[in-house]
């Protein structure tokens, strides 16, 4: 099925065809939401933007454009108003059947993407041995929600984790593993060096502090990377350690990665420099190998080179990244490449497509996306710190926020004297501390920074995930209040739309898809959050004017239809946000 809006587009310009002829085809109708619900659901304002061209009054086009329109099955007559708006409003029998299509569909009407697409979303990629921050936090909410509603317009989605596991840090950290745990390198099983945060700290005092250090540190790289058993067994350890610390916190979060680190582009790097240089591109500044582009220049003014080759000859960040846009191209075959950082990295990777480009190593089909995020920020409006001014680790920010969460469902309990079990008090504080974060980070627009607050995100008023699963438990307690099995309504089950609410909530309810789609392409999640956020307020405004229960036959079964399809519908969204409903709560 076809969105109403994309209906409306095409009835458009088969009458701007038939009106001014074939050279229309491809022009834009300019269809949108109508600023005003007195004036209808959309407008079309094409007609102001043909004035010139035709050399006619918008209102006469508008009027032309009217006269070949047939949009009877779906609006009431088109109206042309002020300047030459041409206003539409949808027919009530239009929305009652849409509603009722849906209705049944595991989809709610929304069609797949008519050509599905290889499509990478390179996202969380925390680094090895150091802390996995807020910022990763964000990277692995926001890019976790892309990858979801990609995956949902039947987009072949790769999900990679590009894990910092390679660079000349492995250096110190095994030289510093061979001091204090000498025997890490040679046994096979795996031991636990404890905190690697701190580990990490201490293997760098040692290195600022001793060049007998440095040095052997500095031939550990060249151990590691020539393949010395010793060395590859303590990076693996290494690896291994950091690994099954992100895999706590990607359990907690339900998250599904697989992990292609930078490690693994290694083999291919020298060849990256290779080809770069075949291009011409390619230029010697003391000693490294760089490429320097128009527009890049750092604060001081001058050309600022993306390094590909150091003069000690490592590669770098943006080498690895190249290698890796070459093999996801070559090999994934990937169509989309989306990167989700924090927005303190617009500036590589601006540089490093505009590089790939220059190369010719972009085909036309392809499409690389950065998709840059702001700060997490403390109440104080300060970079996120513990009181103490240390960061924050995430485990423990993911467990207060439970714990926060839990503390609420037992005062609401107690305030009700309602009892529950254990086992379902917790699974509402894990559900709704853990969606609590995630919500309140997807619903900013991402490039805004934005204030992490528990006491904000945990509310059960205002834009908040709590707010949003409420909407839909209160749903689900309809159905056990009127013993209502929502899956079987009877075969006469009909929506019908009179009052005012039920007409808000229908249109809402049928403009998901329209909203799914502008995700897909802008990758802003926050769009989803704020339809969720209206929706639950539109139902709320419907359950307070229309009675469901005590009302008539038709009006009661066609209430419940719409209080179970806004029940699917903020499931859906909810599911795409990676948030998971709760029946009671
Ligand atoms: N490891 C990097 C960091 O922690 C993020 C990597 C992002 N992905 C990429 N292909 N560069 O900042």
Known sequence: MNSTQEQLKLKLTQALVAAFGTDYTNTDPILVSASNPKFGDYQANVALSLSKKLGKPPRIIAGEIVNKLDVSDICEPPEIAGPGFINLKLQTSYLEAQLNAIQLDSRLGIPKA?????????????NIAKEMHVGHLRSTIIGDSIARILEFCGHDVLRLNHVGDWGTQFGMLITYLREVYPEALTTANALNI?????FYRQAKQRFDEDPVFQESSRQEVVRLQAGAEDTLHAWKLLCEQSRQEFKIIYDLLNIQLI???ESFYNPLLSKVVENLA????????????????DGFTNREGNPLPLIVQKSDGGYN????????LGYRIQEDKAKRIVYVTDEGQSNHFAQFFQVAKKANWIPDD???????????LGEDGKKFKTRSGDT?????????????ARADIEKRLQEDGRTETEEFIQNVAEVVGISAVKYADLSQNRTSSYVFSYDKMLSLKGNTAPYLLYAYVRIQGISRQGNIDFTNLGINRQILLKEDAELTLAKHLLQLDEVIKEVEQDLLPNRLCDYLYQLSDKFNKFYENCPVLKSEEPARTSRLMLCDLTAKTLKLGLSLLGIKVLERM
Request: hydrophobic share 45%.
């Open 392 to 404: 924050v680790r995430l485990r423990d920010l993911l467990d207060e926020a439970i714990n926060r």
């Open 194 to 198: 404890g905190d690697l945060v701190n």
């Open 317 to 324: 960040y943006a080498t690895t990244d190249l290698a890796a």
């Open 366 to 376: 392809v499409e690389l996306v950065h998709v840059p995020f702001g700060l997490v």
């Open 114 to 126: 008519t050509i599905p697409q290889k499509q990478i979303v390179d996202f969380s990629s925390p």
């Open 259 to 261: 992990e292609r680190g």
């Open 278 to 293: 075949a291009t011409g591109l390619l230029e010697s500044s003391q000693g490294a190998k760089c490429v320097f582009l």
